[in-house]
């Protein structure tokens, strides 16, 4: 199947920095991307659509200035935790649609 | 899209098949049904799909009644490395769809 790698694999912050994360179709390009979130013992929760060349699709109850997401290429996506704080710690994993949606490795996120 | 009913664990001796079911009676004939699978602290790993003709690729078996309303996902000999959460998912084709999960089942296969 496609490959989607994500960096970081892993990033631990202060509260209150800014974290980005980057999602990338290797072998492919993608008009449509999407991030979710995952907590412990928790199933994956999407949080927003990234469109290529358009902004993007949040789900109800995602702080659109908080999570902002940049789809600037038909390969890269990438989600910035703005302002993190120790509720945001979580583990992102972020997806991209060939003929089939494939998953990226996820990053996770541990806000002191 | 449609909601789908899993058990929340399932048990497979190693070597044995494993028959994961998925209920979604809400389905639409538009939507076909996913199955991916998380291995712990990892990205979901697609499995396979299909709209209402069983198929086989080299992974598993995916078997959906003719009514639509459930499937089996077969692993036809488990392994110890297919212990995980196992995600049925009903999505329409295309790009309007979106992948919304639900609680899976998780496999433990057992030596």
């Known amino acids: 199947g496609a490959v989607v790698s994500q960096h970081p694999s892993r990033v631990i912050c202060k509260s209150g920095t800014s974290v980005k994360i980057e999602c990338r179709s290797l072998?492919?390009?993608?008009?449509?991307m999407f991030w979710y979130r995952q907590f412990p013992k928790k199933s994956l929760m999407l949080m927003a659509t990234?469109?290529?060349?358009?902004?993007?699709?949040?789900e109800q109850g995602v702080e659109k200035d908080k999570f902002l997401i940049n789809h600037a290429s038909l390969t890269l996506s990438t989600l910035t935790v703005t302002s993190a704080h120790p509720e945001d710690s979580s583990f992102y994993i972020c997806?991209?649609?060939?003929?089939?949606?494939?998953f990226g490795p996820g990053t996770r996120l541990l806000v002191l | 899209d449609a909601k789908t009913t899993q058990p929340p664990s399932m048990d497979c001796a190693e070597g044995r098949a494993a028959n994961l079911p998925c209920n979604h009676s809400?389905?639409?004939?538009?939507?076909?049904v996913y199955w991916y699978r998380q291995i712990h602290s990892q990205g979901p790993q697609y499995i396979i799909h299909?709209?209402?003709n069983n198929e086989t690729n080299e992974m598993a078996s995916l078997i959906i009644t003719e009514d639509r309303k459930s499937s089996t996902l077969i692993l036809p000999h488990a392994t110890l490395r297919d212990t995980a959460v196992y995600y049925c998912?009903?999505?329409?084709?295309?790009?309007?769809?979106?992948?919304?999960f639900g609680q899976g089942t998780t496999l433990q296969v057992k030596p």
């Open positions: 998912i009903v999505r329409v084709a295309g790009n309007t769809g979106k992948l919304i």
């Open positions: 997806s991209a649609r060939d003929q089939t949606q494939y």
């Open positions: 809400t389905i639409s004939g538009n939507e076909y």
């Open positions: 990234s469109n290529e060349g358009s902004k993007a699709t949040y």
């Open positions: 299909g709209l209402k």
């Open positions: 072998d492919f390009q993608a008009t449509t």
